[in-house]
RNA sequence: GCGCCCGUAGCUCAGCUGGAUAGAGCGUCGGACUUCGAAUCCGCAGGCCGCAGGUUCGAAUCCUGCCGGGCGUACCA
């Protein structure tokens, strides 16, 4: 059973095709028609400027157009109750009552599968995030890229692509080294050794608990041991068990990577060297001054990037290039980068990096997370990693708790700064919006709870009698209701998690405002009955969504 | 200097890749619980969509130039 939105869609392209054949005009490729839902209820249950779209190729008055179009719709009597011509030429469709009942028969025959769909054909996409350094534990800014990388692969999912999640894990080079040398003295320190702590090295209380425990296990094994030699075993431990933690970390803010890529094993398994030489074979490597560059511009970045310095060692961005090769290799249709905005001027080279190994540009797509402003009572709170003076995530999620952190994230889109402040987030606690679509979950249990304590039958093998459902508020939403599978998939094609929790605030406001106008429970027997089973649409919807979304949708709270 | 992102209600932000009278939450003020959960609902107030041009039937949305804020501009990782 097709819905409704399908159903006038088809009817409507099938009538704008007619059309433009009649009249003699070759498929226009670029013709922007919408099916949008008006503002205001007058303008109809939907509208669309087909007819306004139509205007210059067919050079007629829109108003004639779209009565054209609408003698063309065939079967529109059995959807639409009338169809208006307004404004400047749109078309306002009304839908029969009637037929929103389909919307809520629908979601029950699909129940947990509502919503999902088939746009991505199986194809493969990667979604890598977070990609923090494993030199310390996660703060905020990665919570918030941890929440957008997750959900968006949940998105793309729910949406037929398959989707891998994946964590890049930057464990070679110098700064493995000054990690390990950090815990190093920190041993030395809690052994009683005079130390001197660099500055450039990793002061954050972290690595002092971290020597604690290598003291605890290993004792003082490592006291008289020469520098080079006990080096080995501190920067495996330091790494290892900040990785650990942030595993740790992420699963209690509820997020689960599929793959942990190591960037050691490119080095190990020679694919820098490999992508140097691809490169290389394909022209776009030249030396100068004792290095090798890589000819980005070639491909609109600004200038051209080392990828081997004059002393022989390769850049970082080498090791990216190879890592992204790899990951091609990989048979990945499309790659998301999840990065922090201030990583904003690599875009340019990573993207002219695959198109010189032979990807398509649009094969990489790199969303950029604006920077999360920590503050306190209104009060920005220092973030220095060096200094070690920040806020982990963990010790966020613990505060305001991973439902209210992950919906925080992800209610505001990721190119636009987000002020997190920690007392207005417990202070609100009660006027949050997730609870406030959380409160809308537990009611509907709670009513469904009474309607089994009281003997009303609440589980359908056939649908009852929709008809009662004439309310406003029942039209508006079974309208709402039947626009999810629209918003997941607009927030697929546009990488764009934060619409979920928009629709699920307009749906769940809208469901509140009914609840408190009309009773459930204790109607005549055919108006309960109805209302129950849109009542379990709405709570199959929520719980979907916020399943996408990684949010509890709790019975009680 | 150059590049990217952002300027929408007092505050925090949406505005669906150009549509009709620009929305929501918070905050202010005023209402609604003997009845399914008041963590809710209803109402009032609040705007030159940073400024100025341009594109067209139509601009918060697209283009150009300014103003203001953030970030970035390594043979660092």
Known sequence: MALIRERLTHMLQRAVQDLLRDSGISNEQDLRVELEIPKISDHGDYATNAAM???????????????????????????????????????????????????????????????????????RFQVEFVSANPTGPLHIG?????????????????????????????DAGK???????????????????????????YRGDYMKDLAREVVGQMGDRYKDTPEDEALPFFTKYAGDHI????????????????????????????????TIEALEQAGYIYEEDGAKWFRSTA???EKDRVVVRANGLTTYFAADLAYHKNKFERDYDTVIDVWGADHHGYVARMSAGIQALGRKASDLR???????????????????????????????????????????????????????????????????????????????????????????????????DLSPLTHPKELELMKLLGEYPQVVAA???QLEPHRIPYYLNELVSCFHSYYNQNRILGEEEATTQARLYLAAAVRTVIRNALGLLGVDAPEKM
């Open 175 to 201: 700064q493995m080294q000054t990690l390990g040398r950090s815990l190093y003295l920190r041993y030395l320190e809690a052994l009683g050794v005079p130390i001197d702590f660099p500055d450039d090295h």
């Open 491 to 493: 927030s697929a094609l």
């Open 243 to 274: 990785l650990d933690g942030i595993r740790q970390d992420l699963e209690a803010f509820g997020v689960r990577h599929d793959v942990w890529f190591s960037e050691q094993s490119l080095h190990d398994a020679g694919e820098v060297q490999k």
């Open 53 to 123: 779209v139509l205007t210059k190729p067919l050079r007629r008055n829109p108003r004639e157009i779209a009565q054209a179009i609408i003698d063309r719709m065939e079967g529109r009597h059995e959807l639409l109750a009338s169809v208006e011509i307004a404004g400047p030429g749109f078309i306002n469709f009304f839908i029969r009552p009637e037929a929103w009942a389909d919307v809520v028969r629908d979601i029950h025959a699909k129940a947990d599968a509502y919503g999902l769909q088939d746009l991505g054909g199986g194809k």
């Open 366 to 464: 790199i969303i950029l997370v604006q920077l999360v402003n920590l503050l306190r009572g209104g009060k920005p709170v220092a973030m220095s990693t060096r200094a070690g003076e920040f806020v982990t995530l963990r010790e966020v999620v613990d505060e305001v708790g991973k439902d209210a952190a992950r919906f925080i994230f992800l209610t505001r889109r990721s190119d636009s700064p987000l002020d997190f402040d920690l007392e207005v987030a417990k202070m609100q606690s009660n006027d949050n919006p997730v609870y406030y679509v959380q409160y809308a979950h537990a009611r509907l249990c709670s009513v469904f709870q009474v309607a089994r304590e009281k003997g009303v039958p609440c589980s359908w093998s056939v649908p009852p």
């Open 142 to 170: 990665h919570g918030r890229g941890a929440a957008i990388g997750d959900v968006l692969a949940n998105i793309l999912r729910a949406c037929g692509y398959q989707v891998d999640k994946e964590y890049y894990i930057n």
């Open 299 to 301: 491909f609109g970045d």
